[in-house]
């Protein structure tokens, strides 16, 4: 028999320096999260709260229908912005309420 390798033979060398370029990059590939000061200390807290968000929904709706009314009796180009718009909006803002006070989220 030889005397025995000092170094490792030429195929496990070649191995080696094809596999260490990949763990080199799933290393630096890996991220941590740490929150900011910010999100540690403040928790969310909505400005309408989820036991109000029913009858400010509720009212908005019930004014969004008044106003469309109003606005389908009398058509103008200065009620499409006196009482058109404002009606739209509380009817989307009453309809996403109460989608939120039913357990809708959007």
Do not use: W
């Not at 030889?2 to 070649?14: F, I, K, N, Y």
């Not at 200390?41 to 036991?51: D, H």
């Not at 109000?52 to 008044?66: D, E, N, R, Y």
């Not at 103008?76 to 989307?92: D, E, M, Q, T, Y």
């Amino acid at each position: 028999m030889g005397a025995p390798l000092d170094h490792p033979p030429a195929t496990a060398l070649r191995i080696e320096a094809l596999i260490r370029p990949i763990t080199r990059r799933r290393r630096a590939a890996t991220v941590t999260y740490e929150p900011s000061i910010k999100e540690t200390r403040s928790p969310f807290l909505p400005t309408i709260g989820k036991g109000s968000q029913f009858l400010v929904g509720f009212v908005l709706l019930l004014l969004g229908i008044s106003a469309t009314g109003v606005f389908a009796l009398n058509r103008s180009l200065v009620n499409v912005f006196a009482v058109g718009v404002p009606a739209s909006l509380a009817l989307a803002y009453g309809v996403v309420y109460m989608f939120c006070a039913v357990g809708v989220y959007v």
